[in-house]
């Protein structure tokens, strides 16, 4: 009944999913094409999608998918017994599992916190201005690395994590839900001059509605149809 739920779940939010990737890209668009800001930005990704497409980073991807199963059983109270990171998977022990730790590394750009992380200590010692555009570069970087290596994993065979957390139905939009929102906050963090949290939401919302309201409209008039043809 549980598994039956979670799909019927993550049927409702499908489209939901696919609306949120539509206002997210044309709300990151405009930020993005603001190239006198955006520059290292965009420049770390074009580093990191060039590395990638040669096939490069695969180890660090499994290295950062485990730590950050290891770091969300630790923040929800969960032991970790082993961390094992080979060059083309790995795994981790632990005493038991949920939705967020199975589906963590999926949506938490591991090195993207990382590289905040560092730029915030940073600050703390120097002026934070030399190196904001390393940092967005880094930022860049690593989002790339995130979004690119994610999308290469779960385009393959269906990953054991997603059939933890209750499904490939379930988990993809709301992956893409949690990813969306992600990025927006990343751009706002970024940018903060540039990227508007409430537009951002107000268009997602608005996104989803519309597609909501036609889906019951296609419905409406499925079952009118049906009814009509039923009757004679």
Known sequence: MKGFLRTFIGVLLAPAALAAVWATCAAAGPVLARFSATFPLLGGALL???????????????????????????????????????????????????????????FIPFYTLV???????????????????????????????????????????VQSDLKKAGGPVFSMPLLLLLNCAGLALALKLLFPELMSARDYAARVLGAEAAVYKAIGSAALYAFNTAKMYLRT
């Open 48 to 106: 990191c999608a060039a590395l990638h497409a040669a096939g490069r980073g695969k180890r660090l991807y499994v290295t950062a998918h485990e730590l950050t199963h290891a770091l969300a059983a630790v923040m929800t109270g969960v032991r970790v017994s082993k961390i094992s990171v080979k060059k083309q998977s790995g795994y981790v022990l632990t005493d038991s599992s949920n939705t967020f730790i199975s589906l963590a590394p999926y």
């Open 115 to 157: 590289a905040a992380a560092a730029y915030w200590t940073a600050c703390r010692f120097w002026d934070g201005a030399p190196l904001r555009p390393w940092f967005l570069a880094a930022a860049g970087f690593t989002l790339a690395f995130h979004i690119l290596h994610t999308a290469d994993i779960l385009a393959g065979p």
